[in-house]
């Protein structure tokens, strides 16, 4: 048990969130009262107050009387980035704070320092957009948000590269998102919206005429804005009939038309999704990017997930896509997956290394909530930090050697060894829509089930989130409402 008191700010949620890197399984509570803890348990003071004028950050770490650790911080108004304002300046000198204690006491390592949200490179980005050179971003990095320097080198470059894609930021360009949410099974990790085919088959044909309709209405909403990528994802987008997607591509090109859309993804993901018919046809689509996601090349392990192919499925499937003539092909794996190790690594990234992918999307294992892992974590051996650490090097140590960069990042809550995602590329084989996904610079819209809007809006540098709901059933009463929650916030863009 973990009991935090904070006194003279109310930061629970960015306290909450960097407490829960150190202490894992620890359940972290907020009191008012040091009374209320017993000795057994350890307690973290943070403290914020003025002094001459000036603010004192200070924490405390405590067991019974025992004071453990301790850090202050003065002047703490005047941490880092001179443009901050006050408020977020004295948040970054909390957590600081906390962090120094903290680290002095635990063994976890926290390469990411003080930061805890998914985009680390917005942080990047906002200090470029305010005027910071190279070395003054480093030294912030380092010094005020505590990130290890190769994290903060790695954040810096893919920012520098990112920019050219982002701006200028057009308030009516948007990305389309189209969610798929069947699967030939469900893996053991999995959080997304997805279906098993074998128990809702039976719904995928009023799935795709709801989703068709959405997107139409889409269409009527966005006549006056300019569509830049499209993505299907899913689930298993290739998992539902290739008539069925036939359908799905033909009303997205025929709405929104053909000349700006710079870039169109289909996930084909499991290889035992993916046909020579299936290929064939969305090669003559025009789709010019697809995923084909192994996420392991061991066989026990596609067993224990719940992938019902082989890796030499994996193969073929890749063989023939660059046989039927796709030049941008992107593959997916997972770091830390369940009873996996360093040599399973290695084996995959060797079969990985010969199929030479244009894309390469390095995942750490996340437990996620809604997954069947996290209700079940006792029955799998997961890797400890210093393995994944060991894992994540050699991943990359790959991609480099194919001739590949990080173009992407991004984190997870609850992620093995508080890592990252990191997507690679070859020269100019970037995913579009990766990236402005990420950095939220766009706006993304989303339709079918489980989908979430993105609207931004770029004078007050703001992202407004519309979901649409995740369960089929839902989805297919409600699909007018899913179209009216995204109608108010695009009059807003238009």
Not at 37 to 48: A, G, N, P, R, T
Not at 142 to 151: D, G, M, Q, R, S
Not at 435 to 456: C, P, R
Request: charged share 30%.
């Amino acid at each position: 048990m973990i009991s935090v008191i904070l006194k003279g700010h109310d930061f629970v949620y960015e306290v909450f969130e960097l407490l829960r890197i150190f202490f894992v399984n620890d359940e972290i509570r907020f009191i008012d009262e040091k009374a209320l803890v017993d000795d057994q348990s350890l307690l973290i003071e943070s403290i914020l107050y003025k002094n001459n004028h000036s603010y004192v950050v200070e924490t405390n770490i405590k067991k019974g009387d025992k004071l453990l650790s301790s850090s202050v911080i003065n002047e703490a108004e005047k941490i880092g980035v001179k443009d901050f304002s006050e408020k977020k300046k004295l948040k970054i000198a909390v957590k600081m704070s906390i962090y120094e204690a903290v680290t002095k006491v635990v063994e976890m390592k926290a390469p990411w320092g003080i930061l805890t949200g998914v985009r680390p490179t917005k942080v990047v980005h906002e200090l470029i957009d305010k005027g910071y050179n190279d070395e003054s971003i480093l030294e912030i990095l380092l010094n005020n948000y505590k990130i290890f320097k190769e994290k903060a080198k790695l954040i810096l470059n893919i920012a520098k590269l990112q920019r050219k894609y982002i701006y200028p930021v057009l308030k009516t360009n948007f990305s389309l998102y189209v969610s798929i949410p069947f699967c030939p099974t469900r893996c053991v990790y999995c959080s997304f919206p997805s279906n098993p085919l074998d128990k809702s088959k039976n719904y995928v044909s009023e799935y795709v005429e709801k989703l068709i309709y959405e997107i139409d209405k889409v269409g009527e909403l966005t006549e006056n804005m300019k569509i830049n990528t499209v993505y299907i994802g899913g689930g298993t987008p290739t998992s539902i009939s290739i008539s069925y997607l036939e359908k799905i591509i033909d009303r997205i090109q025929n709405v929104f038309g053909t000349d700006n859309i710079a870039e169109f993804t289909v996930e084909a993901g499991r290889p035992d999704t993916i046909s020579r018919d299936v290929l064939i046809k969305l090669k003559k689509l025009g789709i010019d990017r697809i995923s084909i996601n192994p996420q392991t090349m061991n066989e026990n392990t596609l067993k224990l997930i719940g992938r019902k192919h082989s890796s030499k499925d994996i193969l073929e499937a890749f063989s023939l896509a660059r046989e039927i003539g796709f030049r941008n092909i992107n593959m997916d794996l997972i770091v830390g997956l369940p009873n996996e190790g360093v040599e399973d690594i290695i084996k995959t990234m060797e079969f990985i290394e010969k199929l030479k992918p244009d894309n390469l999307t390095v995942h750490t294992m996340a437990i996620k909530r809604a997954s069947k892992l996290n209700e079940s974590l006792n029955d799998f051996k997961l890797s400890k930090q210093k393995e994944i650490e060991k894992m994540i090097d050699i991943t990359r140590k790959f991609a480099y050697e194919m001739g590949m960069y990080p173009y992407y990042l991004y984190r997870q809550k609850q992620i093995l060894g508080n890592m990252e995602n990191v997507g690679y590329t070859v020269q100019d084989k970037e995913c579009l829509y990766n990236i402005l996904i990420m950095e939220e610079k766009q706006t993304i819209l989303a339709v079918g089930a489980g989908g979430v809007s993105k609207i931004f809006f770029p004078d007050e540098n703001r992202i407004e989130r519309v979901p649409n709901v995740k369960n089929l059933n839902e989805y297919l009463k409600r699909v007018d409402e899913m179209i009216e929650r995204k109608k108010k916030f695009i009059k807003l863009l238009t």
